[in-house]
């Protein structure tokens, strides 16, 4: 099910098959200069997308899923075929049923077409690199761009370890400062407004002390910058398993609200050197967003298990969330009854029952259907 179903380029739409990849999407839609900006891990679905609510590196400036998604072709789990919305852009008729499918991971019905809104692909997009001292500078430095209104297509955060990683992966064409780096995309109508936010981004980060700011002049150097970017979890595991093939990784996935983000990141970071193990750090920093990724030799599942938990708590005790974009599934049942308590899962039940009385689709993922058991 990976047809295109319905594209009309200037209602800045496209109705899909939800088993057709965003990768895919983005390829079928380069002609017409339009973006699905959701870009989550390689091979997600659109509909996986939604029903997960991912997100990735564009979700700074487009939104994750939720904020683009018009309508949607759902199955439920007795037959019933429900078409949430017609397709308009905005609409308050009714209850908002993209909302409540959007997220539930695939516990409320199966979704079969999917319409999203469109964005234009900015005429003009430059990459910045800029390494700072220290983790807690990098972040004071987007809590600044953030507030100061100034727009960046995205915002993300390299600890030095990982920028490490990528220079020993030789996978890039340069060498990078082995520091705390922001890659920022800076996208315009033409050069001129590219270049005045630039100046604005790089006065920022000078008054935040940035070690250095580079930025490409061209689309080449736009996407040599980039790469770093990309390559960042690929580096971790190459790294750990040249050391021991046995070696795993754990990628934890908390969002705090911005103005914690310098606080929190250093106490993660510290959290995970002070118990010894090989880690690196990526955030979505421009949406609050971290992945630790933590490398581990099985007999020390336990102790990685007990640190991220302590992450997750200092994630939910700043107001944060145990998952910005990866969801619940099994493994975060009793973190999400942390975060959020007892009586909004409660109603989330009551949902799920009013939906799927007989529990056939994927029981027992989000939260347990019977509130007393213990899963195993
Ligand atoms: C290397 C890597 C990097 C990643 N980076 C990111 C990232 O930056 N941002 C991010 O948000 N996520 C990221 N992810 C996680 C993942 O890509 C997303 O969660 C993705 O959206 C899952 O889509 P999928 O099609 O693979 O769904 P699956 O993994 O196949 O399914 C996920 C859940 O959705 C349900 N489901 C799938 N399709 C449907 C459907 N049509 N109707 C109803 N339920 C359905 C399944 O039952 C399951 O519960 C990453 C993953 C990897 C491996």
Known sequence: MD??????PTDLDITVEAGLGWEALNDYLEDYRLMFPVDPGPGATVGGCVTNNSSGTNATRYGAAFANVVSLTVVL??????????????????YNLNGLFTGSEGTLGIITEVTVKLHVKPKVERVAVVPFKTIKDAANSVNEFLISGISLNAIEL????????????????????????????????NDEVVKST??????????HGSLDFQFASNEDETVELWSARKVALWSTINQGKLKNDDIQLWTTDTAVPISQL?????????????????????????????HSFILYHPEEHAKAERIVHNIVKKAIELEGTCTGEHGIGYGKIDLLEEELGLIPIDVMRKLKLALDPHR???????????????LE
Not at 266 to 286: F, S
């Open 3 to 8: 047809a295109i179903v319905h594209f009309k």
């Open 77 to 94: 789990a007795d037959g019933t075929v429900v078409r949430t919305k017609k397709r308009p852009r905005k609409t308050s008729a009714g």
């Open 158 to 189: 390299l600890d030095d370890k990982m920028m490490k990683c990528v220079n020993d992966s030789g996978e890039t064409t340069r060498k990078w400062t082995q520091a705390p780096t922001l890659f920022l995309k800076i996208g315009g109508s």
């Open 198 to 207: 630039i100046n604005q981004t790089k006065e920022i980060s000078a008054q």
């Open 262 to 290: 310098p606080r929190y990141l250093v106490e993660v970071k510290k959290t995970i050197d002070d118990a010894g193990l090989e880690n690196t750090l990526v955030a979505h920093i421009g949406d609050g967003n971290a």
């Open 360 to 374: 056939i689709l994927n029981p027992d993922k989000v939260f347990r259907m019977d509130p007393n058991k213990k």
